[in-house]
């Protein structure tokens, strides 16, 4: 491969931290699961409007190619290469303020998970993403209580309940173009699932973008029953199964945006005035770390002023403190609406 050139209009962070020189060093190197640099950057070569551009092929991609790895994480997440990652799940110390019903339709809190001694998606080999569904699925099917639930493989669903799944916020989207690159949709749908309890507030999407996707979710703004759910769920899970875990990346996930807590605490908030003036809502996001997704999720349009509102940072930042983000920033943004409506 030659060192890729990109155009001025591409603003990935791949395009601005990989140098020629950073990509003379890392051309030849390989980690023992076969992953190189070519794999690594390919979904940010071939989409140039992604954002980060990059994807890792397992726990060492980010050490062995941590020249370039390490300036992208230090950009998202404001994370030095010398600091350590901390977790903490304790749910007693979320300062929580009730998230106003009137603005916040629901409430959505993910955590990315990958089983530690396998390959991350972007290079399994399908008999391995075969053994991750089977050793996935049969924790999830011991889960009790409010947890228990049932596994739905992809492969045998009709499109009618995947599209009604889908459109009600459950269900990963297909054909995806930056997973696509990143070798994340090889052999689909062979090995994807998701598992869902009966009032589907708690459910983990299997071998998408990452081997786990841990969910809980439900209406309204009630984020401390959401998280004490996840929670309780990580806790479960952890009894069964062997995460991939860095003591200094903390979680490991095949996107680097995904390092650390790996988790996303959203809601979906409906702020008509403040979509009429971005610049206002912006200035809120930034100060309180946040992201602004579409309705539809990632790389999706907003609908009827109804925005995903998320923590941006997860590696660096321990749980209850990107929880805390996502709760103080929304508090604002509803503050502010308020205030504009008169
Ligand atoms: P991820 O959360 O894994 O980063 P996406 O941004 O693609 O991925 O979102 C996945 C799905 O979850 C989408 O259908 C999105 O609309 C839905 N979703 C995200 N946040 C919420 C929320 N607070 N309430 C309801 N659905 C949500
Ligand atoms: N690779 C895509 C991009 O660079 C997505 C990056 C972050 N999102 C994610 N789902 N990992 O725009």
Redesign the pocket.
């Known amino acids: 491969m030659d060192y890729p050139i990109f155009p001025k209009e591409c603003t990935s962070l791949l395009s601005k931290y990989l140098s020629q020189d950073i990509f003379e060093e890392l051309k030849n190197k390989k980690t023992t699961n076969g992953f190189t640099l070519a794999n690594a950057i390919n979904s940010g070569v071939k989409n140039l409007d992604s954002g980060i551009g990059i994807y890792a092929g397992d726990a060492e991609s980010y050490e062995l190619f941590s020249a370039l790895f390490n300036k992208i994480i230090e950009d998202y997440h404001g994370f030095s290469s010398e600091a350590t990652h901390k977790s903490n799940l304790t749910i007693d110390d979320v300062k929580m303020k009730e998230l106003d019903d009137d603005y ?7 955590v ?1 998970r990958n089983l530690a001694n396998f390959p991350l998606g972007t290079i399994i080999s399908k008999v391995q993403r075969d053994e991750v569904e089977r050793l996935v699925s049969m924790a999830l099917n011991a889960l009790e209580g409010e947890l228990a639930g049932e596994y739905f493989p992809l492969l045998g669903m009709t499109s009618e309940v995947q599209n009604r799944l ?8 297909e054909g995806d173009r930056f997973l696509e690159a990143a070798g994340l949709n090889r052999d689909w749908a062979e090995g994807r699932g998701i598992f869902h309890n009966h009032d589907k507030t708690f459910l983990v ?1 299997l071998n ?2 990452d081997q786990l ?1 841990i ?1 809980s ?1 439900q ?1 309204g703004g009630d984020v401390l029953k959401v998280f004490s759910r996840l929670v309780k769920a990580i806790n479960e899970l952890e009894k069964q199964l062997s995460f991939s875990y860095s003591e200094r990346l903390g979680y490991i996930a095949s996107c680097p945006t ?1 390092l650390g807590t790996a988790m ?1 605490a ?4 409906k702020l008509p005035k403040l979509a009429e003036d971005m610049s206002r809502f912006k200035a809120i996001t930034d100060k309180y770390h946040l992201q602004i ?8 349009e907003t609908k009827e002023a109804i925005f ?3 923590n941006r940072r997860r590696l660096g930042v321990t749980e209850v403190e990107a929880v805390q983000d996502m709760i103080d920033g929304v508090e604002a943004l509803i503050q502010m609406e308020k205030k504009l409506e008169g």
């Open positions: 916040v339709l629901s409430t959505r809190i993910r990315g889908i459109k009600e916020h459950f269900l990963f989207k999407w998408e973008e996707r969910i979710m209406k995904n996303r959203s809601v979906h908030i997704r579409g309705m539809n999720g990632e790389h999706s995903d509102i998320s």
